[in-house]
């Protein structure tokens, strides 16, 4: 009961720091391309992770992590952040904030691919009702969208859950922080390297809006984050407590309404409350 509380705990602040993610991402991509907001936030978040893991000493990770490590490193610090970055630019953010509701049915799956989690069939049915309310209402809000962009989004949340179950899985042996920091580590050549040949070259031209926007999804949305995250789903199970995600959509439109001026309509508060419900009957029958 204490590690379901404790997991539960974690996993909401991690949830509401995620939230701010796509906002914060459609900001940066105003002064930003998507290549280099990869690079640079993944670069960033690294140099946190690497003054982390020295300061607290902490062990190298064994050989038999680091193909799982990879996997996390191709989930959440490059597939997800640049297919986002791809799909904002053909859909408004409000659109592609709603497709992350699809989270929890992603994670759940690879949790039970992956991490070998048995959920009961009320808990499938419950996930599958507040993934269709999300559906529903992306549909209702924005019904004309660029494919691409849609597509772009999908291909995110796969390459997510998928990361999201690995990294849950190895926070068991390594720790919550310790995860995304290592994995940061693994892909920091790469993303340093994207980051340079991508870099913008009028620095005075960039608003302090997209400034504030990298600031923000290279601490809190690739650091901060996921050492919460992870420990919540480790902690109170990754089906479970993946459900959470399917309140991030409203909480991110929330965000996208004070910060990008994004209209919020009657539809998301009713969605909202459907995804309320599914979300703690999910829990009930996990």
Do not use: N
């Not at 209702?140 to 494919?147: E, F, I, K, L, Q």
Request: net charge positive; charged share 10%; proline share 5%.
């Amino acid at each position: 009961m204490k590690g379901s509380i404790e997991g539960w705990g974690s996993g909401i602040i991690g949830m509401t720091i995620f939230s701010g993610s796509l906002p914060a991402t459609r900001a940066a991509l105003e002064g930003f391309s998507p290549l280099f907001l990869t690079g640079a936030r993944a670069t960033l978040a690294a140099v946190l992770g690497a003054l982390c893991l020295m300061l607290l000493r902490q062990p190298l990770p064994g050989r038999r992590d680091l193909m799982s490590l990879a996997v996390v490193s191709l989930g959440v610090v490059i597939g997800f952040p640049l297919l986002t970055a791809l799909a904002l630019q053909h859909i408004t953010s409000a659109h592609a904030i709603v497709f992350v509701g699809l989270l929890p049915l992603s994670t759940a799956l690879f949790g039970v691919l992956r991490g070998g989690e048995r959920p009961r069939p009320l808990f499938w049915l419950f996930a599958a009702l507040g993934a269709a309310a999300v559906s529903g209402f992306a549909l209702s809000r924005d019904g004309v969208a660029a494919p691409i962009g849609d597509l772009a989004m999908i291909a995110a949340i796969v390459v997510c859950g998928l990361g999201y179950a690995e990294g849950a899985m190895l926070t068991r042996r390594l720790g919550g922080w310790q995860v995304i920091s290592w994995a940061l580590l693994l892909s920091a050549p790469l993303m340093l390297s994207m980051a340079v040949l991508t870099l913008p070259g009028a620095s005075h031209d960039i608003t302090a809006a997209a400034w504030l926007g990298l600031a923000y999804v290279s601490v809190f949305s690739m650091f901060v984050g996921f050492a919460f995250w992870y420990r919540g789903l480790a902690r109170g199970g990754t089906a479970t407590v993946g459900q959470l995600q399917l309140l991030q959509p409203f909480l991110g439109l929330g965000f996208a309404s004070l910060l990008l001026h994004e209209p919020v309509s009657a539809t998301m508060i009713a969605a909202a409350g459907i995804v309320v419900v599914c979300v703690a009957m999910a829990r009930r029958w996990a």
